[in-house]
């Protein structure tokens, strides 16, 4: 069965101090969760600019960087089922980004997009797709399987009836780079999600799961703004969407929700959500 986990971004502001992360930790656990996903730029020391960047797209990541997260992890028995890095920091410094996964007991380094990067560029996204390709070569020298984290924005075209995503499943190497995906960010993209998951198969290592609906906030319009939700309190159809990510065989469900929480509350959010994490998961 897969691991039940939680992206750490959405756990950044109930995590500032090594108490407070603990008790997360243990709430996590008592909801069933049983695994974390980390990222690179929250458990160690970064420019300030990454806190500003985060904070101006509705993800802040609180002072997770200055807690001993190897020390957590040992303690709290939570399992670790990828660490988040970024792709210049692979091809950059290869040895540290691999001694970081193993250091957590982890198998899997996840790339999560580019930054001011233009999938509609084909000739950028090939030469991405070659540089992913190198940096999974890489990573697997050393013991580690790199994948790509898909956003919204991977489903432009990159010429009529082709997206940025199809050129990346189709010219990298499923040797060195497979794939944690994301069912929010495609459906929100207007994509055919179930035919999409069952296309990837078993290059679908990791499956990151949120649910897009409505909440009133404020007096009641005609028209409400499209958001993340607990799960199963949206439209998506996640049960078939788990189903075919079991069928792929992943490794973790991995739940994301980064903001639009019931009650502002992170905690209370995951909670609520693991009532249909534990009943399909």
Not at 1 to 8: G, Y
Not at 21 to 42: D, H, P, Q, S, V
Not at 112 to 126: E, I, N, Q, W
Not at 132 to 155: D, V
Request: proline share 3%; net charge neutral.
């Amino acid at each position: 069965m897969p691991v039940k986990a939680i992206q750490m971004i959405q756990l950044g502001t109930v995590m500032g101090t090594e108490e407070k992360a603990k008790e997360t930790l243990r709430l996590m656990k008592e909801a069933g969760y049983e695994g974390i996903e980390l990222n690179g730029f929250m458990i160690k020391k970064m420019p300030p600019i990454v806190r500003v960047l985060t904070t101006l797209a509705g993800m802040p990541i609180g002072k997770t960087a200055r807690l001993d997260w190897r020390k957590l992890v040992q303690e709290t028995g939570i399992k670790v089922v990828s660490v988040h890095e970024d792709l210049g920091s692979i091809l950059r410094v290869p040895d540290e980004i691999i001694a970081e996964a193993k250091s957590f007991n982890t198998n899997y380094v996840v790339i999560t997009g580019m930054h001011r990067f233009d999938y509609s560029d084909k000739p950028a996204v090939l030469d991405l797709a070659e540089k992913l390709n190198r940096a999974g070569r890489l990573m697997k020298e050393g013991g580690i399987s790199l994948l790509y984290h898909n956003h919204n924005c991977e489903f432009r075209k990159v010429e009529p009836g082709v997206t940025a995503y199809d050129l990346l499943m189709e010219k990298t190497d499923s040797e060195y780079v497979n794939f944690e995906f994301d069912s929010y960010w495609a459906t929100e993209a207007g994509v055919d999600t179930l035919a999409l998951m069952r296309r990837l198969g078993s290059r679908m290592k990791l499956y990151h799961i949120n649910d897009r609906g409505t909440r009133v906030s404020g007096p009641a319009g005609q028209i409400l703004k499209s958001d993340s939700m607990e799960l199963g309190y949206g439209n998506m159809n996640l049960t078939e969407m788990v189903k075919v990510a079991k069928d792929n065989g992943v490794d973790a469900v991995v739940l994301e929700s980064h903001k639009n929480w019931i009650d502002k509350s992170p905690v209370k959010s995951f909670q609520l959500s693991a009532e249909f994490m534990n009943k399909y998961v």
